[in-house]
Structures are given as C-alpha cells and as structure tokens.
C-alpha cells in the first residue's frame, strides 16, 4: 500500500474519531524535524500537533510554509498541510525530549484525492481551535471579560 492511502485512511480515521484523540503541540524544534521530515530544503516547518498511541505509535498533522520561486531572488510562501505518522522508539521520555522516531510524511499535495486535502486541513484547523480554546466560542470569550 502506497505511503498516500495509508496517509487517505488515516485521515478518514481521524476525522471521524477527532473527540476521542488527545493532540499535543509539538514545540521542539529537532522533533518537529523529524515529524516533518523534509525532504525540500525550500518548505520550512510552520506549526504541528502530535497524537500518541499504543506501543509509541504516533500521528502528526501539521503546517508548513513552502517557498514558490518567481526569480532567482523573488519568491513566494505557499502554506500547505502533512500528516505524519510512525514509532517513537524511546519509551517513557516527554514529547520534547529529541526523540528519535522512524517516520512517514506525506504532503496535502501528495494525496490522491481533494476530499482527503481538504479533510487535513479541517483537521488541523480543529485541532487548532480546540488547543486555544476556540472550539467552544462561549467559553473563549469569557477570558476576554
């Protein structure tokens, strides 16, 4: 199975049990290098949320800013959506802790179907308003009173 429908599955998955998942925002930055996993020097990691599982199993859904060139000099950022996902293979260390995984990151671009772009950046964008509160606009703009 190509890496791009497993990444289609996945997200299918997610969305339909988005309650059930506990997102956390992945803040190191050789973490979220890894989670990334860039193979494109000129797409810069922007922001991403990581979800644990069993035997350190993991799910990334991320953001990152990929720069579209114009001229030798002018280009343009372009910002775009991926999911990652694998093992981390250190037990019992927090998030931030420069863990070493074994990843798979598969880009909005890269995925076959424009249902499965789109349900990625829903899911980041869900995963996004309920880390800052705003899922619940009620209680959110009670912090402002």
Request: proline fraction near 2%; charge should be negative.
């Amino acid at each position: 199975m190509k890496k791009s429908d497993i990444a289609e599955r996945l997200i299918n998955q997610i969305y339909t049990q988005f309650e059930n998942m506990d997102w956390k925002s992945s803040i190191d930055n050789v973490v979220e290098d890894q989670l990334f996993n860039n193979d494109n020097t000129e797409a810069r990691f922007s922001n991403g949320y990581l979800s644990r599982g069993d035997r350190d199993k993991f799910i990334s859904i991320g953001q990152y800013k990929d720069r579209i060139y114009t001229d030798v000099n002018d280009y343009y950022e372009q910002v775009d959506y991926f999911i990652s996902f694998g093992i981390l293979k250190v037990e019992d260390r927090p998030l931030n802790a420069h863990l070493p995984v074994e990843v798979t990151t598969v880009k909005s671009k890269d995925l076959g179907s424009y249902q499965a772009r789109n349900k990625l950046k829903d899911l980041y964008e869900m995963i996004t308003n309920r880390q800052t509160g705003a899922d619940n606009p009620e209680e959110f703009f009670k912090s402002f009173l």
